[in-house]
């Protein structure tokens, strides 16, 4: 018995279900031998999500800092490949968690390091969510 994902080519056949296929080969005397394959055929899967998020979004480990379109591939439970579309919008960080006067907001500069916003004010530098970075 074979067991194989989504295709499996036999004697230059290639078969997509699961089942019981025969053939004749031909031996050197001229005779026919008749074998059988046994195969089962499972499949892969496939999934999509849409995300919205500020600044950044964490998906399966990975940190993702600018809108796209991300695969992940896993193996679901036949053995197969599973693979996940994520369709993900990132939108401009607000800083709300700052405390500042309308002066220092002025004097703010936006810096973006390694994808991640950064605000900088007074020679501190804070993350888009206002904890101070050394």
């Given at each position: 018995m074979d067991v194989a994902c989504d295709s499996y080519t036999w004697n230059?056949?290639?078969?997509?279900e699961s089942?019981?296929?025969?053939?004749?080969?031909?031996?050197?005397?001229?005779?026919?031998?008749?074998?059988?394959?046994?195969?089962?055929?499972n499949h892969s899967t496939f999934g999509e999500e849409s995300q919205e998020a500020e600044g950044?979004?964490?998906?399966?480990?990975?940190?993702?800092?600018q809108s796209g379109d991300y695969?992940?591939?896993?193996?679901?439970?036949?053995?197969?490949?599973?693979?996940?579309?994520?369709?993900?919008?990132?939108?401009?960080s607000v800083i709300t968690n700052v405390p500042a006067t309308?002066?220092?907001?002025v004097a703010a500069e936006k810096i973006v390091r390694d994808g991640q916003l950064y605000i900088r004010r007074k020679d501190n530098t804070y993350t888009a969510t206002?904890?101070?970075?050394?």
């Open positions: 230059e056949k290639t078969f997509t089942g019981d296929y025969k053939d004749t080969l031909h031996t050197e005397l001229g005779q026919d031998s008749i074998i059988t394959l046994h195969l089962t055929i950044s979004y964490e998906w399966h480990d990975v940190i993702y800092t695969e992940f591939v896993t193996t679901n439970t036949a053995g197969c490949d599973s693979t996940v579309t994520l369709h993900l919008t990132i939108t401009e309308q002066a220092e907001q206002g904890l101070k970075v050394d």
